[in-house]
């Protein structure tokens, strides 16, 4: 009798030892999640993510922010603390690629004339102004410092291109994916000086399956409106939008999220294609764009298969003072997808 008792409190402790807490359902409080929708199983302070179709990956965040193809990609169990929230997604990214604040592969950067400083030397491909940047800042590491100094002496904007290119003759390992036709970019910076015109952010991308086209995710904050504008197609011309962007001074930190749709047999102004700004999630606040714009602007120069992302501060000097201005990127990441997103999960852990 004394062995059996024995044995049972064995098997109990070992059963209590391995038990899993409830998964997450959060539709119609069923017991079912059909695949292609995250399913969270966690197992002590240990959570799993799982349930997603083949050739999809699971993309995740914990701070409440907006989840995206450009939102951290899931590789495995992660800890998770008592009551923090944890929302998901499953989808298909055709490219992806993040940390780009202290990746310096496939780096570039170009301004009106060209010109050297160490240790970059830019192309002239880029930029407008009737001089260049008397002093180019471009520092990799946690984050990414990027200024320009537009010299007291020049009546016109100034402004550098600072760039990554995936793909082409620059990082020809890097994967792309002419046939993706969603592109979304997530960012957070603080803001560097004063005298910023305008901080524009973009998301070339080469595209040789379609005609040689430049796809482009052109986006920028007005600095005398305070409001977001997309591109307009081939940088002729800039449309404004409703979202706020008024609070981009000088110490402030934000976050940036924008898809834009890619319509490549369409026919739009300019032709190449269309391009369909979706909406741009600022701080918490999404705004539906829902614009159809010409996409010509690009890296015309680039070889074969190349996409990227970059920033461009344009300064501009006022009653004869130097200024000084740009961004510290704390964090860059830039994703192709199809659209297969599926609808956010969340679960909070126990």
Known sequence: MKWVSLFWLLLSVTSCAQRQTPLSVTSGGGSYTPPGTPLFSQIGSSLIISNCLSGQSIFYRTDGGLVTIASPMYS?????????????????????????????????????????????????????????PSNLVWTFGATNTATITAPAHTSSSVQALFKWQFGGGVDPGAPTCDTCTEQVKDIKFMVIGSGLENQEFDSPQFDPTHGNTDRQNGTQCQGSSGK????????????????????????????????????????????????????????GTNT???????????????????????????????????????????????????????APRSYTAL
Request: glycine share 16%; charged share 10%; hydrophobic share 35%.
């Open 228 to 283: 977001i504008e997309v591109d307009s197609g081939n940088a002729g011309g800039w449309t404004q939008t409703t979202a706020s962007c008024s609070t981009w001074t000088s110490g402030t930190t934000h976050e940036v999220v924008n898809r834009v749709d890619h319509d490549l047999t369409g026919s739009c102004p300019g032709g190449n294609g269309c391009a369909l700004y979706k909406y741009i999630w600022i701080d």
């Open 288 to 342: 539906t764009l829902l614009g159809n714009y010409s996409n010509t602007q690009g890296y015309n120069n680039a070889t074969g298969k190349a996409w990227g992302w970059q920033f461009q501060p344009d300064m501009l000097p006022t009653s004869g003072s130097a200024v000084t201005g740009g961004w510290t990127i704390i964090s860059a990441t830039v994703a192709l997808g199809i659209g297969d997103e599926s």
């Open 76 to 132: 495995g169990p992660f800890a998770v603390t008592t009551g923090e929230v944890i929302v998901a997604i499953c989808a298909t990214a055709g490219a992806y690629q993040t940390s780009l604040q202290s990746d310096s592969s496939g780096a570039a950067c170009g301004t009106a004339l060209g010109g050297t400083w160490s240790p970059w030397t830019c192309e002239a491909d880029g930029g407008v102004g009737t001089v260049n």
